[in-house]
C-alpha cells in the first residue's frame, strides 16, 4: 500500500524557474526521504529528513515536513533541464521500510 | 562497490513460462527489498529480507510469485507461471542497518506476452 502520495503528478516549467512538489502521508514517521528516478533507470536518493526536523536544505533542495499536517514537500531552486525525472517520497510507517508513494514527473524545458 | 546490480536488464518472455529475476547486493547491507513499478500502481513493496530471511512478503501478489536469498550476497525473484499482467518493472534495492535509506539496482523489464 502507498503510503506517501505525491502532488502534482506532473510538472512543467521553464529551465530557471522553481519546482515544488508536495507529498502527503498517512501514519506517524521516524523519517521522510526523496528519490529521484531518471528515465529507465533506478531511484536515488535525494534526502532524508527527520521527524523532529522541519527543513532541510541540500545543494538547490530544500525540503519542509510538516507532522502535525502529515506532508512534506520537495522545492528545487534555479531548475536545470538535468532536473527532468521523477520524484519519489518515501515513509517509513516507524520501521525501516520505505515506502513509496506515486511520485512527481518533471520535466524542464530548456 | 559497483551498486546493487541486477540481472537481467530486460527479459521476454511467453505466458506461462517461468521467469527468475537476480539481485546481488551491497555487501554488507542487512534488508533487501522487492519492489515492482507499474503506471497503474507505481512502486509496491512485494518482500523484504533481514539478514537473509524474509520478513514479510504480504506484498507478493499471487503464489506464483516467490523469493529467495540464500545468502548475503543473491536473491531471487521468481514467477512460475508467468501472465501478462506481470508486466513490469521489478528492481531490487537494499540498505544497511539502522538506516532508511535504500540503494536501488537499474531494474528488470519483464514483459510477458
Known amino acids: 500500500s502507498q503510503q506517501g502520495e505525491e502532488d502534482p503528478q506532473a510538472l512543467s516549467i521553464q529551465e530557471g524557474e522553481n519546482a515544488t512538489m508536495n507529498c502527503s502521508y498517512k501514519t506517524s514517521i521516524n523519517n521522510l526521504q526523496w528519490y529521484r528516478q531518471n528515465s529507465g533507470r533506478g531511484l536515488v536518493h535525494l534526502i532524508l529528513?527527520?521527524?523532529?526536523?522541519r527543513e532541510k536544505h541540500s545543494g538547490r533542495l530544500r525540503v519542509t515536513l510538516d507532522t502535525s499536517k502529515k506532508s512534506s514537500s520537495l522545492l528545487i531552486t534555479a531548475s536545470r533541464a538535468a532536473d527532468t525525472a521523477s520524484y519519489f517520497c518515501a515513509t517509513d510507517e516507524g520501521s525501516y521500510i520505505p515506502t513509496f508513494g506515486r511520485g512527481t514527473s518533471l520535466i524542464v524545458h530548456p | 562497490d559497483a551498486g546493487v546490480i541486477q540481472s537481467p536488464r530486460h527479459e521476454v518472455t511467453e505466458m506461462g513460462q517461468e521467469v527468475t529475476l537476480r539481485c546481488k547486493p551491497i555487501?554488507?547491507?542487512?534488508?533487501l527489498f522487492w519492489y515492482r513499478q507499474t503506471m497503474m500502481r507505481g512502486l509496491e513493496l512485494l518482500i523484504y529480507?533481514?539478514?537473509?530471511?524474509?520478513?514479510?512478503d504480504s506484498g507478493m501478489p499471487e503464489d506464483r510469485f516467490s523469493a529467495k536469498m540464500p545468502n548475503a550476497s543473491f536473491s531471487t525473484l521468481k514467477i512460475q507461471p508467468s501472465e501478462p499482467r506481470d508486466s513490469a518493472v521489478y528492481f531490487c534495492?537494499?540498505?544497511?542497518?539502522?538506516?532508511?535509506?535504500?540503494?536501488f539496482g537499474q531494474g528488470t523489464r519483464l514483459t510477458v506476452v
Open positions: 534495492a537494499t540498505s544497511p542497518a539502522g538506516s532508511t535509506e535504500a540503494f
Open positions: 529528513i527527520r521527524s523532529n526536523e
Open positions: 555487501s554488507g547491507h542487512d534488508y
Open positions: 529480507f533481514n539478514n537473509n530471511v524474509p520478513i514479510d
